[in-house]
């Protein structure tokens, strides 16, 4: 299991790194659009016609990848009711949590491949951009399989605590991962 972990660890770093880029650019996208705008608006007295659905469009992506982000970084929202003092026991509470997420997160998924076979079967697109409504829902399934994807890691590292392996040390290197097993 561990050598599993260290796998996904990685591939979630890989993922991790294209992330921050995507946005990195995203951000500067929106500030320069929305710039733009303004400038346009209160200086030329004409506003973009297609910087608003722009606008909108990059706030969901970014939403969609930042939700990943809070899952990786374990500061997305949650209520900590119960908290123990046993590591055992907390893995164990963290494991249903996560299950549960899971369990939404999967019913989330199926719903946006729902909706994008719906969007190709009947397509719509942004008046001032002409963009398929399919290209942005596009990225429901996608974002929330990101946040499916930190959340196994998440269960898997648990899993390890409950099974009394150390997984702090183990996902740095394969050399690290053999010596944590012997």
């Given at each position: 299991?561990?050598?599993?972990?260290?796998?996904?660890?990685?591939?979630?770093?890989?993922?991790?790194?294209?992330?921050?880029?995507?946005?990195?650019?995203?951000?500067?996208?929106?500030?320069?659009?929305?710039?733009?705008?303004?400038?346009?608006?209160?200086?030329?007295?004409?506003?973009?016609?297609?910087?608003?659905?722009?606008?909108?469009?990059?706030?969901?992506?970014?939403?969609?990848?930042?939700?990943?982000?809070?899952?990786?970084?374990?500061?997305?929202?949650?209520?900590?009711?119960?908290?123990?003092?046993?590591?055992r026991t907390n893995?164990?509470?963290?494991?249903?949590?996560?299950?549960?997420?899971?369990?939404?997160?999967?019913?989330?998924?199926v719903s946006g491949?729902?909706?994008?076979?719906?969007?190709?079967?009947?397509?719509?697109?942004?008046?001032?951009?002409?963009?398929?409504?399919?290209?942005?829902?596009?990225?429901?399934?996608?974002?929330?399989?990101?946040?499916?994807?930190?959340?196994?890691?998440?269960?898997?590292?648990?899993?390890?605590?409950?099974?009394?392996?150390?997984?702090?040390?183990?996902?740095?290197?394969?050399?690290?991962?053999?010596?944590?097993?012997?």
């Amino acid at each position: 299991m561990l050598k599993l972990l260290v796998r996904l660890k990685k591939a979630d770093n890989f993922l991790y790194s294209i992330q921050k880029i995507l946005i990195l650019f995203g951000v500067i996208a929106m500030v320069i659009i929305n710039g733009a705008q303004v400038f346009c608006r209160y200086v030329l007295h004409s506003s973009l016609a297609w910087s608003e659905q722009v606008s909108v469009l990059l706030f969901f992506i970014l939403i969609m990848l930042g939700a990943n982000l809070a899952v990786k970084t374990d500061s997305e929202t949650k209520v900590d009711i119960l908290k123990f003092k046993n590591k055992r026991t907390n893995s164990a509470l963290h494991i249903l949590t996560d299950a549960l997420s899971i369990v939404a997160l999967v019913v989330f998924i199926v719903s946006g491949f729902a909706l994008l076979k719906h969007a190709r079967k009947f397509p719509q697109f942004l008046s001032s951009i002409r963009l398929n409504y399919f290209y942005i829902y596009l990225w429901l399934p996608m974002g929330f399989g990101l946040v499916l994807f930190d959340k196994v890691i998440n269960v898997l590292e648990n899993t390890c605590v409950l099974m009394g392996i150390d997984t702090s040390t183990s996902c740095n290197s394969e050399k690290e991962m053999e010596q944590a097993q012997s």
